[in-house]
């Protein structure tokens, strides 16, 4: 989920890959001049790296893909999304301008991976859950920004609620521009398939319980509150 300022990166013309890092896979969706063009999910995640279970297989079909992306859409941008992406911008030390330069997420690379996850809790005040998964994680991101030549990873400025999006079932073609004072954008996915299915714009009030509202035919329309 993302704040205004994806929001309207996303409905500009232009190409951009959505990545999605996961515990067992990542998702990778091409969003062209505003439209969800292509998703694939790829059996690397953090948790598996971890537990030593990617296939070779699985890392050559990723930076193959990522090669032919980079070559079809020249200018080719990223945005990131989960928790790790979002603790890495925090930790290089940006402010608001919602972009990580790739160079300063090798060097944070460099810097974390030598340590043990203690040593990072200790030195960059990370959660027991985040210590070890924060390492391969930025090692997706690295890998793919290397090959389709990304300089910049955008990343949201606010987390609402993470998995949101997996709430929404009703499949959604183009983008929806409700007209509300707050905007946000967020890929739609399938709970049954989890594959991204569409891109909108949602609002949401940021006060007490929150409320979502998605401007759809009425037959698919839907309200979360958590």
């Known amino acids: 989920v993302y704040d205004s300022h994806i929001g309207d990166l996303l409905e500009s013309e232009g190409c951009y890959i959505y990545v999605d890092v996961g515990g067992g896979s990542t998702e990778v969706s091409l969003i062209h001049d505003g439209e969800l063009h292509s998703s694939r999910s790829y059996d690397i995640g953090t948790v598996r790296m971890l537990s030593g279970k990617v296939r070779e297989q699985s890392w050559e079909a990723l930076r193959s893909d990522m090669d032919a992306l980079r070559d079809a859409y020249p200018g080719l941008q990223i945005i990131g999304s989960g928790g790790n992406i979002n603790k890495l911008y925090s930790l290089s030390g940006k402010k608001s301008d919602g972009q990580l330069p790739v160079a300063t997420l090798q060097k944070l690379y460099n810097r974390l991976k030598p340590l043990d996850p203690e040593q990072r809790m200790e030195q960059f005040r990370l959660n027991p859950d985040r210590a070890d998964v924060i390492v391969p994680a930025a090692e997706i991101f690295l890998t793919i920004a290397r090959h389709v030549e990304a300089a910049t990873i955008f990343v949201p400025t606010i987390g609402i609620i993470d ?57 698919f329309q839907k309200r979360v509150e958590a």
């Open 163 to 219: 998995g949101l999006t997996h709430t929404f079932a009703p499949t959604i073609s183009g983008i929806i521009r409700p007209e509300f004072p707050f905007r946000m954008a967020c890929l739609v996915k399938i709970p049954e398939t989890g594959g991204v299915r569409g891109l909108c714009v949602l609002t949401v009030p940021l006060r007490g319980m929150l409320s979502v509202v998605c401007e759809m035919p009425s037959c």
